[in-house]
């Protein structure tokens, strides 16, 4: 099921940032981070009481504004609101209800979502009834009082904003494989879509994307079926700030985080971006399957070695992600589009794959016989077994004596023994580090 969304809105300067850091400040994540690749934080994930969703942060809203920057703020919030299931409407206690305020609500009438009023600076409980009392007028269910800074009433917050979020159900599509196609604008995405789903002859009418502002677009091949997830709302006309280039970052996540395979497209003439490393970084985190498509190579002259160095310069570019494979396609000419969907398949397979734990560990004990683990002050790293305890990604946890000892080089010796004897093409693996109980002294 797809991760709910909270958007944080409000005007300038009553707080929404100290709330979004104190929300998601705490996480800490299964593995360690890998350089180079950290997401934004103006989108995070977090969880409460085991439920886990995604937060947006936004600029503040001026609804009636004449300034560039202020405008593009105000957009990068609308844009926020389409993705929501849940709007936080932050206002400012000690400041008082304001016509900037009025003009906020006004604008959140007007999505029809959940919209929660939450009264920021309230330090003092016994003055919260006076301090919330004006913006009854506003017209959304009781005002909730808070302190961000303080951390006052942010559990009962979070209970209210959890159970504000849809309740989630069996959804027949999700037995596809989902596939998200993103990438920086005009470089094939929605011809793509077009391209795949005429070609098999099974056109049907697009579901809208829930609020993710995406299209679904399901087709089936070769007896399998498939959901093409199009971030068309990436598309831009013009360069534009780096405010609005992190919502566009925003967008291609939430269509990450439905999807089984990440196809990042990229424009054979002008190449990769900062964006799209951005973007591929986050696929990784998240696990997800990734596969690097290089559109338009028909428009491209060729040499002898053309393609080989081109796909050296992307796994250059994209060493943290060495694991996903490069294709060149032309949608125009519908060059090599099956073979870009079976591929697509067969890392959805790979995510999935589960290695015995018996094979698993011949193939740990000859890697660690071939390379002696790392050492530190006359103590060795000892590697006792590893056994996987998860698929989609795949999860393998490891029994060691000391965590400490276990470098990141020798994580990654370790994650390539295991890629050369296991099928696990286009897909991250993931480690988890568990020392042996009273071995680490």
């Known amino acids: 099921m797809n991760k709910p969304i909270l958007a944080i809105v409000g005007r300038p300067n009553v707080g929404k ?7 998601v400040g705490e996480r800490r994540a299964i ?19 085991g439920k886990e969703f995604a937060v947006i942060d936004t600029g503040g809203i001026e609804v009636k504004t004449d300034d560039t920057i202020r405008a593009q703020m105000r957009d990068q919030a609308v844009i926020a609101m389409d993705m929501a299931d849940v709007i936080l409407f932050m206002v400012d206690g000690k400041e008082g209800l304001t016509a900037a305020d009025r003009e906020v609500a006004e604008l959140l009438r007007r999505t029809g979502k959940e919209v929660i009023l939450v009264v920021n600076k309230v330090d003092a409980p016994s003055k919260a009834y006076e301090l919330i009392y004006d913006f009854y007028e506003l017209g959304f269910d009781e005002p909730f009082p808070i302190s961000a800074a303080n951390m006052t009433n942010i559990g009962d917050l979070l209970d209210r904003i959890v159970g504000g979020f849809p309740e989630e159900e069996y959804d027949p599509s999700e037995e596809s494989i989902h596939i998200a196609i993103i990438g920086k604008p005009n470089v094939g995405k929605s011809s793509l879509v077009n391209a795949l789903t005429r070609q098999n002859r099974v056109i049907v009418s697009p579901i809208a994307g829930t609020t993710r502002d995406t299209i679904d677009t399901p087709f089936t091949y070769k007896d399998r079926e498939y959901t093409l997830i199009d971030t068309a709302g990436l598309r831009r006309k013009s360069k534009v700030s780096d405010s609005i280039e992190k919502f566009s970052v925003i967008r291609a996540i939430a269509a990450i985080e439905r999807c089984d395979v990440c196809i ?31 559109n338009k190579w028909d428009l491209i002259e060729k040499e002898t070695n053309t393609m080989r160095d081109y796909e050296k310069s992307i796994k250059a570019e994209m060493l943290f992600a060495s694991y996903a494979p490069v294709i060149f396609i032309s949608v125009l000419k519908k060059i090599r589009l099956n073979e870009l969907i079976e591929r697509c398949a067969r890392i959805a397979d790979s995510r999935n794959t589960r290695i015995p734990t018996g094979k698993l560990n011949s193939v740990i004990e000859d890697a660690v016989m071939m390379r002696q683990p790392p050492s530190d002050k006359g103590r060795r790293l000892k590697v006792y077994y590893a056994t996987q305890i998860g698929t989609a990604p795949p999860l393998f946890s490891f029994s060691i004596n000391d965590k400490e000892l276990m470098h990141f080089s020798y994580s990654r010796y370790l994650e390539n023994k295991i ?18 109980r009273g071995e680490r002294r």
């Not at 940032?17 to 929300?23: A, D």
């Not at 497209?265 to 964006?275: H, N």
């Not at 890629?419 to 042996?436: A, C, L, M, P, Q």
């Open 419 to 436: 890629r050369e004897h296991f099928d696990f093409e286009g897909t991250s693996i993931k480690f988890v580090w568990n020392e042996k």
């Open 31 to 49: 593995v360690e981070d890998v350089p180079g690749v950290t997401r934004d934080r103006i989108y995070a994930e977090t969880e409460w009481n």
């Open 264 to 294: 990042l497209m990229i424009d054979a003439a002008t190449g990769l971006t900062e964006q799209d490393k951005k973007i591929a970084g986050y696929a990784h985190e998240a696990g997800k399957g990734m596969i690097f498509v290089v």
């Open 17 to 23: 940032s100290t709330f979004f850091n104190r929300l």
